[in-house]
């Protein structure tokens, strides 16, 4: 009897996943990124099974292709917006993926962006590769914003922003507030003021948007949202980038309307080589890091694993998305 086949869209995810999947299965992994090898492979491989990275849009066109034998999906990655979970939905089956599995790495990197975009990094570095760093003490030098005392507001108070809060508290925080679609109980417990998003904006002097894209949260942050921001304010986005209006933001850095900004995620992806972005000085921008560490890309992928061998004995999956 030939045992079910696991599609694995791209070829980069962690040999880990391999051991995970055991022998139970038939592994069959993408040798390309692209959405175009993809589309040729599946109606071949008629998998049973689907391991899918963030990258490629996961929609009607691509089920068509791997076949009515499919069984489940499971997706590496917290964020969703690359998945018509409708149309799964539609079809019955179901998707797993890995909400909390890179809550460490992508809010370290979220602190990271925050002390980088408050001291001044950017600006810092220039300084330094350009001759300005005088052989002169100037007490006014390189002046940041300091996070110890300050408010916080914290938008998408899920696994990432709540690993967000905790980390904060370390450092003296004054004030947290969140918002999001409802009230959690764990922020209680980390003294986090649930507050609406007006308040949130124009109270915080740090900025966090860890919330799903949606369409809901699309461009949320945008010429209204940094117009009631501080002038002091900095904006931390390590979610998806299209809940940032990056023209507004650019507007905004520029004219001194937010102090600066820590951006992991960008629209486009990868940010274009002549953003203007890339040219101000009161910006941190990463490519995209937040889950890029050897533990977070192991634990994610051997979690997708464990909830496709599951979907494919028709159990229940671990972390499945309901929404
Ligand atoms: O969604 C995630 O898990 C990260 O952004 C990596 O894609």
Not at 107 to 129: D, H, P, Q, Y
Not at 297 to 303: I, K, P, Q, S
Request: overall charge neutral.
């Amino acid at each position: 009897m030939s045992l079910p086949r696991v599609f694995v869209s791209n070829h980069t995810v962690p040999e880990t996943m391999y051991d995970a999947f055991g022998t139970s299965v038939e592994v069959i992994r993408n040798t390309e990124y692209d959405r175009a090898s993809i589309l040729k492979l599946l109606p071949r491989v008629k998998p049973h099974g689907l391991f899918w990275c963030a990258g490629v849009t996961l929609d009607k066109e691509i089920l068509d292709a791997a076949g009515p034998q499919l069984k489940v999906v499971g997706c590496m990655s917290s964020g969703y917006n690359h998945v018509d979970v409708a149309e799964l939905k539609s079809r019955g089956i179901p998707v797993a993926y890995v909400p909390s599995t890179a809550k460490d790495s992508v809010s370290n990197v979220a602190i990271l962006l925050a002390l980088a975009a408050s001291r001044r990094f950017t600006e810092g570095r220039w300084n330094i590769e350009q001759g300005r760093w005088k052989n002169h003490f100037d007490a006014q030098w390189l002046l940041g914003q300091e996070i110890s005392d300050s408010t916080v507001g914290i938008v998408g108070f899920g696994g990432i922003g709540h690993a967000i809060a905790k980390k904060l508290k370390a450092f003296g925080i004054a004030k947290l507030l969140y918002t999001g679609h409802k009230e959690k109980p764990e922020a209680k417990e980390l003294g986090a003021q649930f507050v609406d998003q007006e308040t949130l904006t124009k109270e915080s002097d740090f900025i966090f948007i860890s919330a799903p894209l949606n369409e809901k949260t699309r461009k949320m942050c945008n010429a209204d949202f940094f117009s009631k921001m501080k002038n002091t304010g900095i904006l931390v986005n390590v979610s998806r980038g299209g809940l940032v209006d990056h023209d507004a933001l650019l507007k905004a850095l520029k004219d001194g309307e937010i102090y600066s900004a820590g951006l992991d995620v960008t629209d486009p992806e990868p940010l274009n080589v002549d953003s203007e972005l890339l040219k101000l000085p009161n910006i941190v921008i990463t490519p995209h890091i937040g889950a890029s560490t050897f533990r977070a890309r192991n634990a994610m992928g051997n979690l997708v694993a464990k909830n496709i061998l599951l979907g494919l004995k028709g159990e229940k999956l671990l972390t499945p998305l309901d929404i």
